[in-house]
């Protein structure tokens, strides 16, 4: 490890759970994301690893929870139909405090949609699809390496506050390569995973351990009421959402602020540079973190800015939470994937079609 | 107290000694099958000198509430699911831990089906014991796919007809799958089919540790109230109507696959 | 785009594999060279033999979207492809084109240059008609001289170590390309 | 003198009565009149002398409030 | 029908659907919804209509699936854990553009939770945890005569925009009764369900029709793409936002605003009622569509009103919904389950705790 | 044009009569044995007479292309689902349509197993026809559960063992059932067998016509490119390594259940 | 609260049935002379046995709040939930309950108006202990006159038309309840 | 004369060689010149002849590319 090497984003984010430490993976196919099934299929008995293709996305999900318990670290991942299929489960999960990392790498919706690029799972991400009141950090990588450390980091912050996190990625950044250089990252130190089951002869003090709640009864043998469970949540929710990650570019003097996240906030970048070629000051807001959203980030630039576009590749999903952090200080315009260059094909939002709308916004500023 | 011997006397039965008593005591009904079917898992386990090793899994529904009182390793699933969870912890711990699932027929085999047929595919070592009382108790006594055609329940409230389906026969079912190492169906509802049973239970859970493959147990199981009969009454129920339906036995019992 | 900083390339094919693997091979061997390296393959149709294109781009500032529109050069593997991609070229860029089996009709650019190589034949003079890609790379690198050919042939004698009868027809197909380039027919 | 003894423990008695079902000589009954502080009806180990310790009772009570012992005679004291 | 009987919300589900015409359920058991699911076991054979309870949540669904698309009225119910085991098919559903009702009568999340009341499927009902894109109106009825009139509305507007309608209700709504007067109500003329499958034969023209699209292949027989389907997906969703339905009450000359929904808008009724006796000016806020949210019409009132209060049975869900209208104009404050007036027990959100927050913010404005 | 008759030739075989001819033609693999059965299907429903009755549903796999090009109703589903949807189609119309499915062997028996058994276990009125492809054909030539032994797929690059279980026998799983009044398995990769296949698929809509109760095929099929075979070696292919482990013909086929 | 527009009741017990139709009866009866009429039961629990409590309000405007803290009356059938329900009674509210089995030490209310009514022995004088429910309700009804007595009494005969026996039995045992309010113990 | 005729579509031929390799009297084959717009190679009626209009490559292109005719004697125009 350490060497540079070119690789598709599919394949970082395996390696990247190698470097963290992962050697079990559960995972059922489905595009765009089989590169990375197959190849935990492929490299994991070298490794003597543990990999299994389950019976279905229910099936992920539920061993990615009994793989979770046993403490060691453990991942799966999907696309978008599975990931709707894995609702009930995360919510047990976040609820059992298991910490695991769930790739998932969006593809069209509704329906069987497509399976080529888009952005259409923000909302049950960040939302939960799952039967409610629980919370998941969520970190959207915009490059291959980001997919390869963001992974990493998904590791260790799932292991910090043992409850599940999600790698929200897409089709384009599965399948781009870039050069990454691959190595461990030490974000220092974890508590011990005392909780963690397997047999209770294999820890020094010979005492059984239970994992998961029913309906009141926890795993300390007693019955506890369901609100001071609610209370504990309340509290990891509130701790995990000071987790924020964002990145600006160009934001010092930007009157026009992009707010985008994975490739799009790439595509984004290069209509902002082109944008400050023509002299407009515009700038770029990338939340890496897109639970817990940057709200007070993107607060604080919207006393100064003068006009908010979110742009993003679905029918207006991350739109919500730029108008949650600006907070009528500013407007919040909308571009979204109807906007895609090519109406009659696959088509793509693309740079030039960004830069239309910074300049429009831009020229509607100044008047 | 109950435990330690006072010179004369000598413990023959009662809490068994992997059994943690929670003050509140037992969450089941009046007469329910469940803690019984639970004392012989811990006593299986006990018997068999694994608890060190054991992982103790329920699904969802009225034997969720065993896994507080195990005294042995123990995690609770989403509904159906204990297969998969069990499979992956298994697995993920290289094949090290005995895993025991307990479930009802509506966790098992309704909603759990896929899950249950895909660990027999893969012939996963690890043992299911499934709890039939021929219908959903939890919820209150709805259909179950074990339920007796003309059973009374609160969803075939003119008995169950044709038109649901039959009554499904899980262990013959799994019997015919490749995976399964053992397969059988006792019931708690005699003294006699008590140690019986507890003989299957024992064997299956010997698979898992020698390794051959699946292992499955399905126990008649008493449900008083939703059957609306008394503890008594249903014990005459399970064999007055639900033995001639649900043949006590093992189904197979093979020392390797292939 | 278009300036000495920054290539940006496209190539496409039919059925896979050869357009994938030139232009990985390119942006691989660029690695060392330029500050930003970018590959992205078109994928999905691909196994089932439909079109297929990848982008390579190779910059010395940061790329920050990894999609094109138009290319600075495009090069044409397939014939039945020139048409479809025509759209995808900078004003006053480059074509490198498959000359085998491409028809006049195909060609209505007038705004740009187009060098038409003979790969497939050239290939199959090597005695291996799958490396008319390489033979297309050959004359791209010629052409554009976003990398110097030695670093190409250095890092394809990196990967192809031990295994001189591939690293050779290789090596032969680039620089045939290359000659063919100098010397091909520029429509 | 008996040769089994049982106790019953009216904290996680559920009165279900089983164990006087299942008692093949008759040694619980169930009084009627006698409640767990749960309110359910209590059974007696009514007849201790024609308890043999076979176990059942205890292995089948569901609700773990029963448990078996078998009496011997005490050993001599080793004074 | 027509008479006026006392019945249990639960109950007022069902013979809401019969007033619908709905003789066709499918339902899992799940408390606290299982008296829905029992009502059909046991009344839908007079009636000759068609129950089945299948093998799970999924099995509902897909099965509702089917039956809609044969053009017959349609309903399940479940709570919350289903709930979450239905979002694939959820967005299926709107995908393929069939009108079917769906009760969700929400309990205590996440995991296994509890079965006992709680608002908590508020953001994976709105936002929607299935692969996205799509929307489903959304009805949370506040009393019993309501969930009756409600299901009868939702089959209507599902009709009329051929798109899956969620009652969201709960658990007290359910097991409360009220009197209710059975009756149909007439909505008004719909389309006909000319693209309903079931046998060529039995229609007029003897064209076949199919249902259902996947990766850019429409039921016409065309290929279309993906972003046409998108785009029209885009204008059906904006049509249904026109569906906005809430109640107001007391709110001429409110400064302090409640917003609260389903039975949590009754206690804050309650609170208000008192707060008024004490002469604080403070109004209620019911949205009766979770989605669309009235945002417009809380965005007037947020132009005279001083600051807001959301009420809700969960951690904060609808809070936002609250926030994105206001924009900003005042504060928002929340109260919600942890707020509960016994934290110790199951416990309940009580209109003296609601009152007691109410005096708290009027007393904040004053100042 | 090539249905008219002129007046010295007979059509004798192509295109069925039941077909909705796309411009851009089949969207399957070059060699792929799928529009085959599909064209058995139309057959099969043309020869019954039913296709003003007939619903057809596709899983989601390579065979969901099937569904644009049937002339008779359909219906796409969830990966899957088919047999739910199946289900509620034939009971909201009370009975009236023939309902089938066709799936591929993942869409059935991996994510579809739990829809699958409870339909059977239902005895619904409907026919289930199941591609075995021996892999996940569309997402790239995954693992299928029907994945023969030693068969190399991207998910079992050294060749599928005994950890991921064994060849799932469908029809034979099936047939143990109750519920199940037809079951069999046929293939396409000769004429012979394409004749054979044929009766079996039209026996078993039979059985939903006649109200038996749930019928099954499960048919052989090439994914040659998957299988990175050409066309004509995947028919040895299936001849040499298939038809050994998944023997062909009638496995139940009942008149009555009960 | 506590006006005469407005009458709201709590009924507990154990075990479901008995607690639950005495509030709906209450409630069914009273729906043609109250504006609003609400009931409420507590569920799940019941079928195991454990304790049950439902919530009857009668009103002349619209029920906001099904749920309530505190109610002018509580109706106990179960002594042993006499302590649970003692605070849900409003100060100076009335607690009625079933006086056979009831402990001293469990009444510590002071500021309320306590009537023990010997409900199950009166049911068994009636020949049916099932019916001590109704006894009770006999007896709220005469102390609060939520409803005239003809009201529920019609009622009770449209309900159990031409089942006379069951009919005369409910009627008995409303009125005996009744009966015992008016003459019996105020702790 | 032939008894049998078949057309083969090349807008939807595939090039698949099923047709010739299960025609048993080998009137189908592969010149390997010859392509469909599509770039597959294109199957060739070459042998028609000795066609008997079996139906089977009809019922056994995959594609649905080949139609099978039967061929009968004209009969005499009614005139
Ligand atoms: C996804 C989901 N669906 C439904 C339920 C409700 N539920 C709880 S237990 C149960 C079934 C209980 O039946 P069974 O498995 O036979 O267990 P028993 O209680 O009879 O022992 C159901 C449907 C749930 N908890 N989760
Ligand atoms: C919920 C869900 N999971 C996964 C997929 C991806 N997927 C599409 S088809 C398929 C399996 C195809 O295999 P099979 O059913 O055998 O059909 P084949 O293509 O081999 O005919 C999968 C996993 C999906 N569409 N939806
Ligand atoms: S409902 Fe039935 S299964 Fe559940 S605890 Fe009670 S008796 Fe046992
Ligand atoms: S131990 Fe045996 S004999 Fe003694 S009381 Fe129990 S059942 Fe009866
Ligand atoms: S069997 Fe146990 S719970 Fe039942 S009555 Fe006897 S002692 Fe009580
Ligand atoms: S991938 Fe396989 S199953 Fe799918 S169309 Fe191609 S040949 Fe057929
Ligand atoms: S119809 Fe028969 S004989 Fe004629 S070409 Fe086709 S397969 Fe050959
Ligand atoms: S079988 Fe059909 S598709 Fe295949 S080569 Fe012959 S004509 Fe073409
Ligand atoms: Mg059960
Ligand atoms: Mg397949």
């Known amino acids: 490890m350490g060497e540079r090497i070119l690789i598709q984003g599919n394949e970082a984010v395996c390696l990247g759970a190698i470097a963290a430490g992962c050697l079990t993976f559960f995972g059922y196919p489905i595009t765009p994301q089989n590169e990375i099934t197959e190849w935990f299929a492929r490299e994991l008995i070298q490794r003597e690893g543990v990999f299994i293709q389950p019976h279905s996305e229910s099936g992920s999900i539920n061993m990615l929870y009994g793989g979770a318990a046993t403490g060691m670290r453990v991942m799966t991942s999907t696309s978008s139909p599975g990931w709707a299929l894995m609702q009930e489960t995360m919510s047990h999960m976040a609820n059992a405090e298991l910490p695991c990392v769930i790739v998932l790498v969006q593809r069209g919706g509704p329906g069987q949609g497509t399976t080529q690029h888009a952005q259409t799972d923000y909302l049950s991400a960040t939302r939960g699809g799952g039967q409610g009141g629980y919370k998941c950090i969520i970190l959207a990588p915009a490059s291959v390496p980001e997919n390869c450390d963001l992974v990493q980091m998904a590791f260790y912050l799932a292991d910090k506050y043992r409850n599940p996190v999600v790698v929200l990625t897409d089709a384009i950044i599965g399948q781009m390569a870039e050069p990454v250089e691959i190595k461990p990252i030490d974000f220092g130190l974890l508590p011990p995973k005392d909780w963690a089951i397997g047999g209770k002869g294999y820890r020094p003090d010979h005492q059984r351990r239970v994992i998961g709640c029913t309906q009141g009864q926890v795993p300390t043998g007693e019955y506890t009421n369901y609100l001071s469970l609610m209370r504990a949540l309340d509290a990891k929710n509130r701790q995990m959402e000071t987790e924020v990650r964002f990145e600006t570019y160009m934001m010092d003097d930007a009157e026009v602020v992009v707010v985008a996240y994975g490739h799009v906030a790439r595509v984004s970048k290069e209509a902002v540079n082109y944008a400050r070629q023509e002299g407009i000051k515009v700038g770029l807001f990338r939340p890496i973190t897109v639970w817990p959203f940057p709200y007070q980030a993107l607060r604080a630039t919207a006393e100064s800015c003068a006009v908010f576009l979110a742009v993003e590749d679905s029918l207006g999903q991350m739109v919500d939470d730029v108008r949650l952090g600006v907070e009528g200080r500013a407007p919040v315009h909308f571009l979204g994937m109807l906007d895609r260059h090519d109406p009659t094909g696959a088509g793509m939002l693309l740079p030039g079609r960004v830069l239309e709308e910074i300049r429009k916004l831009s020229a509607e500023v100044k008047v | 107290m109950s435990r330690q011997d006072v010179e004369d006397r000598t413990w023959v039965s009662g809490t068994p000694r992997l059994w943690v008593r929670h003050p509140a005591g037992c969450r089941q009904c009046p007469g329910c099958h469940h803690p019984i079917i639970e004392r012989l898992i811990a006593d299986v386990v006990g018997d068999l000198g694994v608890e060190d090793d054991t992982v103790f899994i329920t699904g969802v529904g009225c034997s969720t509430r065993a896994f507080a009182v195990m005294d042995f390793d123990g995690i609770s699933t989403a509904h159906g699911r204990a297969p998969d969870v069990g499979t992956a912890i298994k697995r993920t711990l290289h094949g090290r831990p005995v895993v025991i699932t307990i479930q009802g027929d509506g966790d098992c085999i309704a909603i759990g089906a896929g899950s249950l047929l895909a660990a027999v595919g893969r012939a996963e070592r690890i043992t299911v014991f499934m709890a039939n009382n021929g219908n959903f108790g939890t919820t209150g006594g709805q259909m179950a796919p074990t339920t007796l055609t003309g059973q009374v329940t609160t969803t075939t409230p003119g008995g169950r007809d044709n038109s649901t389906g039959f009554p499904m026969h899980v262990p013959e079912l799994l019997a015919t799958l490749k995976g399964c190492a053992y397969s059988a169906r006792g019931s708690v509802h005699t003294a006699a089919n008590y140690q019986r049973t507890k003989k299957l239970m024992k064997t299956a859970v010997q698979k898992q540790i020698d390794d051959t493959g699946f292992s499955f147990v399905e126990i008649l199981s008493a449900c008083p109230p939703d059957w609306r009969l008394t503890p008594v009454e249903s014990l005459k129920w399970i064999e007055e109507h639900m033995i001639p339906e649900f043949p006590l036995g093992e189904f197979k019992n093979i020392e390797s696959i292939q | ?187 | 003198m008996p040769k089994g003894e049982i106790t019953i423990d009216e904290r996680f008695c559920k009165g279900c009565s089983l164990c006087s079902h299942f008692c093949a000589r008759g040694c619980i009954t169930i009084p009627g009149d006698r409640f767990t502080p749960q309110g359910y009806l209590l059974p007696l180990f009514s007849s201790p002398e024609k308890c043999n310790a076979c176990g059942i009772c205890g292995w089948l009570c569901p609700h773990f409030a029963i448990e078996v012992y078998k009496l011997t005679e005490k050993e001599p004291a080793a004074t």
């Open chain 3, 1 to 187: 785009m278009g300036n000495v900083n920054r290539h940006d390339v496209i190539i496409a094919g039919v059925g896979g594999k050869g357009v994938l693997t030139a232009g990985l091979l390119l942006a691989q061997a660029a690695m060392d060279h330029y500050h930003s390296v970018m590959w992205f393959p078109s994928y999905q149709a691909a196994m089932r033999g439909g079109p297929c294109e990848c982008t390579v781009i190779l910059s010395q500032v940061e790329i920050a979207s990894p999609i094109l529109t138009q290319a600075d050069s495009v090069v044409i593997m397939e014939p039945s492809q020139f048409k479809p991609f025509e759209g995808r070229l900078v004003p006053w860029g480059l074509f490198i084109a498959e000359s085998a089996g491409l028809q006049k009709e195909s060609i209505t650019r007038q705004d740009a240059r187009l060098v038409l190589v003979p790969a497939v034949e050239a290939a199959l003079e090597l005695g291996e008609t799958q490396v008319s890609n390489f033979v297309l790379l050959g004359s791209y690198l010629e052409l554009t001289k976003a990398l110097p050919q030695s670093v190409v042939e250095s890092h394809l004698e990196k990967r192809y170590a031990g295994r001189d009868k591939s690293l050779n027809l290789n090596l032969a197909a680039l620089r045939c390309g290359a000659h063919l380039a100098r010397t091909g027919s520029q429509a």
